[in-house]
């Protein structure tokens, strides 16, 4: 019998499966606790709620979590970032439930969620806090059956911070976010190269030699301004954080305000995780022919509103995921993916080697939530250092990778003040 789900077509599977292998091969840290969770169970009797992008990677890891006893459910965390087959694949061959289709309306997207959290969960796990909110504001009464949860993302975390500082989050969680080996490798490698993917796969537009405006430069930012100028584009950042942008000034970028990049710019890229980053008074000013995409977690870094407000006309979808509007004066402005994070509407999200890494984050994170929940408040918690650290000293291990140790000596020199010229 087939697991409950909602998803695109069942025989997309076969397709899915071996996509999830190939993803699998480059997953060689989240595979050995994969193989050391099918032996220990640490997650055994424990139903967990899974909201996050239904990719080949996000299979590994709910299949990670399966080989560990937990019971999951998984609903996409964006509504177009669903690789339908994965979705298909997860249920007929992984006896999964998915609640996952690529394209599905806001109305689909919060049924699939309601539908994740019928299954009661003890530990949720988020990208974006589309969970932990939507338990906050209408199922206050799942708050008495839940561990704790954890976060994938930084918008996420920035609105879990902000719900503990108000006091009123329910149960404790886990920024993954904030684990070294998530966001130094992900956001910064993994967005950076996923998003011109993004770009390239929707568009077919060379970058070498054309202006790409950057708005950030943090780690999604820098990680895509880096990989932008590698393909030969000239690469202009914006900030609102002096350091941010004196970094950028440092590493060899041109710093302006977006009011100055907006007439000159021919791509603009936004990973900020703000609102309304380009504007009704950009738009006003962009070349003719100018594309713009978002790789920040919601669609709201682009006043899409403003932009539909402003044209004449209906947009025309001139190539899938390539909306063109007219201005009254002519010009055609492009807006791609919908203005939702660009590397998964018209890619396929992060390569699986830095996937690695955050969901390693992702699976021992839930461990250590079902064993220490009862001694954590109602706060955002970071994963433990010392599991940080290991899990960089596995993916060198894995890469073949081999790095010194401190002798006794280099240890107490390190760890006195005596010694000094
Ligand atoms: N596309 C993906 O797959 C993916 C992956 C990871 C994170 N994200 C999302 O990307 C966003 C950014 O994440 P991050 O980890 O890089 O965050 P970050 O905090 O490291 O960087 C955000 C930067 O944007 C800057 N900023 C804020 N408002 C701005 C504005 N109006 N103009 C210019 N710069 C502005 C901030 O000063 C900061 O330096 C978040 O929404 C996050 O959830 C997306």
């Known amino acids: ?3 409950e789900h909602d998803v695109r077509a069942l025989d997309l599977a076969p397709g899915g499966r071996y996509r999830i292998e190939w993803a699998e091969q480059d997953m060689p840290v989240l595979r050995q ?6 032996q220990e169970k640490p997650l055994k009797g424990i139903r967990i709620s899974a909201c996050l992008h239904v990719t080949t990677e996000t299979a590994n890891l709910v299949h990670t ?7 999951v459910v998984l609903t996409a965390s964006n509504p177009l970032s669903t690789q339908d087959d994965v979705a298909a694949a997860l249920v007929t061959q992984y006896e999964i439930p998915v609640y996952a289709i690529k394209g599905e309306d806001t109305q689909t997207y919060y049924d699939h969620i309601k539908r994740a959290l019928d299954h009661k969960p003890h530990i949720t796990m988020d990208d974006g806090a589309d969970l932990v909110s939507e338990i906050h504001k209408n199922r206050r009464e799942l708050l008495d059956g839940i561990l704790g949860g954890t976060e994938e ?10 719900m503990a500082a108000d006091g009123a989050l329910g149960f404790p969680v886990i920024a993954v976010n904030d684990s070294m080996t998530k966001h130094m490798f992900d ?3 993994g967005t950076g190269q996923s998003t011109i993917d993004g770009i390239v796969r929707a568009t077919n537009v060379l970058l070498a030699g054309r202006t790409v405006v950057v708005a950030g430069y943090g780690w999604c930012s820098r990680g895509i301004a880096n990989r932008a100028r590698g393909m030969g584009a000239n690469v202009i950042v ?4 002096p350091l941010k942008a004196l970094e950028a000034v440092m590493d060899g970028f041109r710093v302006m305000p977006m009011d100055e990049a907006a007439p000159i710019g021919d791509l603009f890229v936004t990973a900020t995780g703000d609102i309304n980053v380009i504007d009704r008074q950009h738009f006003a000013v962009m070349k003719n022919g100018a594309i713009m995409c978002n790789s920040g977690h919601f669609n709201v870094e682009i006043n899409i509103p403003a932009l539909q407000a402003m044209a004449t006309g209906k947009p025309r979808l001139i190539r899938p995921f390539v909306e063109q509007f007219t201005m009254p004066d002519g010009r055609k402005l492009h807006l791609l993916g919908e203005g939702r994070l660009i590397n998964l509407a018209a890619a396929e999200g992060h390569p699986a080697s830095v996937m690695d890494m955050s969901f390693a984050n992702q699976a021992l994170a839930a461990e250590f ?3 220490n929940h009862d001694k954590l408040q109602n706060q955002v918690y970071t994963v433990p250092e010392e599991l940080d650290m290991k899990i960089a000293r596995l993916k060198l291990e894995a890469m073949g ?6 002798t006794e000596e280099q240890f107490r020199y390190l760890n006195q003040w005596q010694e000094g010229t």
């Open 33 to 38: 606790i994969r193989e050391r969770f099918a």
């Open 238 to 241: 914006t900030e609102v954080d």
């Open 153 to 162: 993302t930084t918008t996420g975390v920035i609105r879990l911070r902000a």
């Open 369 to 371: 939530m079902i064993q």
């Open 187 to 189: 956001n910064r490698y």
């Open 1 to 3: 019998m087939t697991v």
């Open 65 to 71: 979590l399966q080989a560990g006893g937990a019971d």
């Open 401 to 406: 990778v081999r790095i010194d140790t401190l």
